[in-house]
């Protein structure tokens, strides 16, 4: 089949199931995530051959070990996505909420009730696990989603696809609901692009490189985030006792995610006192650093001196920006200027201070004495997130089940005529 077809004919399947999951009750979309939990956890060793294939071909490749790391499902893996199942189906079910219901003094009822978006197309790269918690988060918000991951996780994705058509089987639903783009062709991915009139939104999890690309050519409203250039700004009476695993977990637990920590900022005021400590704890665990002028002498052997593009750059690596900065008006500034609007952080015990950080700094998520690792959805209580949007409009930060959904308005009347 001409492959423009075939994604026509995909999207219009998407469309059709939409209408039918619209109307399906919350315990029958829960079904679905239920049969799904215990597929997962059933079906592990076909799970794990199949992972095999993508991590194999991509150590023959010449994949990086960043990427790589994302490719891999654990066992561990495994249990999380089966309950992230769990977990969102036991979420509350938003669709049908009423909201903000007033009476008007004609009497008329006023009042806003959540819908689900439609059909979303979902495009990310390498992380396998996208695929369950992307449409497990679609389905519980009564949307219908196509999913095109990666060519790198062919053989993950369609282990993971042919579950997810057995548990909505299981569920009497559609399997329209929940379909994967059966083609490694990037052409598809441009005709899918292309089909607003059956697509409401498209979510687009990668590199910038693919963000980019997906905005360029699509016709319908895109949810994004360019990249995660994350700072931790210390202030000069924070706890270096507590900062110093705060600092190491931004950094080192998983340096490739967009939420790991890139740029250090330092007061003046302890950073004599601090860097060496610092480069003690993290130097032993291979992080090395792009130093500034003024801390490049505090940090040892693995500081080398930052070039320009070093601050606002997404390392995704064992790679530190550190800068010390006279005053906060100062690291704020800077992460103005060179932060993505996806996670910072403010370490201090002075509550003016932090609150000035929280209202001055812009970014989906501000954190207060705490790790950036944090802005994640399963860590903020959305059970599982489909991605991280700095856009602001519609969704700003982790998207859950509530952030899949729209508001309408709805009136009850009893009669009443506009005069």
């Known amino acids: 089949m001409n492959l423009e077809l075939q994604m026509r004919e995909l999207a219009a399947s998407a469309r059709s199931a939409a209408r039918t999951l619209a109307t399906a009750t919350g315990l029958e979309r829960n079904k679905a995530l239920l049969a799904l939990a215990e597929l997962l956890q059933d079906s592990r060793q076909e799970i794990f051959e199949a992972n095999t294939l993508d991590l194999d071909a991509a150590r023959a490749g010449g994949l990086d070990e960043a990427r790589i790391d994302r490719l891999r499902i654990?066992?561990?893996?495994?249990?999380?996505?089966?309950?992230a199942c769990l977990h969102v189906a036991a979420l509350s079910d938003p669709?049908?909420?009423?909201?903000?219901?007033?009476?008007?003094?004609?009497?008329?009822?006023?009042?806003?009730?959540?819908?689900?978006?439609?059909?979303?197309?979902i495009i990310y790269e390498s992380r396998p696990n996208v695929t369950i918690d992307a449409a497990i988060l679609c389905l519980k918000a009564g949307n219908s989603?196509?999913?095109?991951?990666?060519?790198?996780?062919?053989?993950?994705?369609?282990?993971l696809g042919s579950l997810l058509r057995r548990a909505l089987e299981a569920a009497g639903l559609p399997g329209g609901c929940v379909q994967i783009v059966p083609t490694t062709d990037r052409a598809a991915v441009k005709h899918l692009l292309a089909l607003d009139e059956y697509i409401d939104v498209v979510i687009p999890r990668g590199g910038e490189g693919l963000i980019r690309a997906v905005?360029?050519?699509?016709?319908?409203?895109?949810?994004k985030h360019y990249k995660g250039?994350?700072?931790?700004?210390?202030?000069?009476?924070?706890?270096?006792?507590?900062?110093?695993?705060?600092?190491?977990?931004?950094?080192?637990?998983?340096?490739g995610v967009c939420n790991a920590l890139e740029c250090l900022l330092v007061h003046e005021g302890v950073a004599r006192e601090f860097l060496p400590r610092l480069a003690a704890t993290l130097a032993p665990q291979n992080v090395s650093f792009r130093a500034c002028p003024r801390s490049l002498p505090l940090l040892g052997a693995t500081a080398t001196p930052a070039e320009a593009d070093d601050f606002g750059r997404e390392f995704l690596s064992l790679t530190l920006a550190v800068k010390v900065v006279a005053t906060q008006a100062e690291a704020e500034e800077h992460i103005a200027c060179y932060g993505s609007g996806h996670s910072e952080a403010i370490l201090t015990r002075n509550y003016e201070r932090a609150m000035r950080f929280l209202r001055s700094v812009d970014a989906s998520c501000v954190l207060i004495?705490?790790?950036?690792?944090?802005?994640?959805?399963?860590?903020?209580?959305?059970?599982?997130?489909?991605?991280?949007?700095?856009s602001k409009i519609h969704a700003y930060g982790p998207m859950g089940v509530k952030e899949l959904t729209s508001l309408k308005y709805i009136v009850f009347g009893e009669g009443q005529v506009r005069v």
Request: hydrophobic share 40%; glycine share 14%; proline share 5%.
């Open 145 to 159: 989603v196509i999913l095109r991951g990666g060519s790198e996780a062919y053989h993950s994705n369609q282990i």
């Open 369 to 390: 004495n705490a790790s950036t690792r944090f802005n994640d959805g399963g860590e903020l209580g959305l059970g599982a997130e489909i991605g991280i949007s700095t």
């Open 95 to 121: 669709v049908g909420e009423v909201e903000g219901m007033i009476k008007r003094p004609n009497g008329l009822l006023v009042g806003r009730m959540r819908i689900p978006l439609g059909v979303i197309a």
């Open 215 to 223: 905005v360029k050519d699509a016709t319908m409203p895109v949810l």
């Open 229 to 255: 250039v994350c700072h931790i700004y210390m202030h000069k009476d924070a706890d270096q006792e507590q900062a110093l695993p705060i600092i190491e977990n931004a950094k080192v637990q998983r340096p």
């Open 74 to 83: 654990t066992d561990g893996g495994v249990d999380s996505m089966a309950g």
